[in-house]
């Protein structure tokens, strides 16, 4: 287990998910079906032509767990993208990561890992940052908060469902699995409302694929070398990247309320992941 490469996977992944976040509340226009579908689509041409150079096979090993992958991710993704055209950017990533709570919670019963009692304050500590967020941020959608709660969930079963593979099949075949369930998702769900993108739009739906292939592929990495818990809540660093960039990009404004909020989300998550590194006393 080498926890040092896992952070270092995950600095990487967080800032190319950030990134893409920045593109998703820029596309206003364009369907959330429509947006999951092209960041799928272009990410095909990264991971089918990687699989195919290194000769590793397309339909890998736990094909069962790789297709469950797929399903439990575009579910989670399209349940994020529709919740950016009702929230601010960084609220809804901020709330999108509480994910890591819900996958420890579900690491209980399917990894047979366990949660040490003060972990359970740490996690009231992020859902106490949510009802301060929805409390006292009066013009937060009740709409996009059911929405990316519920896919916040969803992002938790990703990361057990990854566990799950561990190192018996190549990241990105993973990952090429979530793109082509994710691509059929998208296209099937947009056909009917679809929207033709317009100059620079079209360049903004390419690097959604550039950024997701690698934020996938190092997240993924992450959690195939070191443990659900000690990796999952890394993910807040997505927060705080996303946040600024929603502040210099999209001028978005945050109340005291809402940064407060969002510090406790983050902080449980923090104290969470040092605090279960810590070795346990005999």
């Not at 364009?30 to 290194?54: H, K």
């Not at 950017?89 to 949660?115: D, K, N, Q």
């Not at 994710?182 to 739906?205: C, D, K, R, Y």
């Amino acid at each position: 287990m080498d926890v040092k490469q896992a952070i270092k996977f995950m600095i990487i992944s967080t800032l190319a998910f950030a990134c893409m976040n920045a593109i998703v509340k820029h596309l206003t226009d364009i369907g959330a079906f429509q947006i999951v579908f092209f960041r799928s689509v272009s990410s095909l041409f990264f991971t089918f032509g990687f699989l195919i150079r290194n000769k590793i096979p397309i339909l890998g090993n736990n094909r069962k767990l790789l297709f469950l992958r797929g399903i439990v991710g575009v579910i989670s993704m399209s349940l994020f993208f529709m919740s950016t055209k009702y929230l601010p950017i960084g609220t809804a990533v901020s709330l999108r990561y509480m994910a890591p709570i819900f996958a420890a919670v579900f690491a209980i019963y399917f990894l047979r890992e366990r949660i040490k009692p003060m972990q359970w304050i740490f996690f009231f500590m992020a859902f106490a940052g949510v009802l301060i967020l929805k409390g006292f941020d009066t013009e937060l959608d009740s709409y996009g908060l059911l929405l990316i709660i519920v896919s916040a969930i969803f992002s938790g079963l990703v990361y057990i469902v990854i566990s799950k593979i561990g190192k018996g099949d190549h990241p990105v075949v993973v990952v090429n699995y979530f793109m082509v369930i994710s691509t059929i998702v998208g296209l099937a769900f947009s056909i009917n409302n679809w929207v033709n993108p317009v100059g620079i739009e079209w360049l903004m739906l390419i690097g959604l694929g550039l950024f997701g292939y690698f934020g996938q592929v190092y997240m993924t990495k992450a959690f195939q070398i070191a443990a659900t818990n000690q990796v999952a809540p890394l993910k807040y660093l997505e927060v705080i990247f996303t946040l600024l960039l929603g502040v210099m990009l999209f001028s978005e404004v945050y109340t005291l309320y809402s940064l407060l909020a969002i510090a406790l989300i983050i902080s449980g998550l923090v104290l969470n992941a040092v605090y279960k590194g810590k070795p346990s006393k005999s």
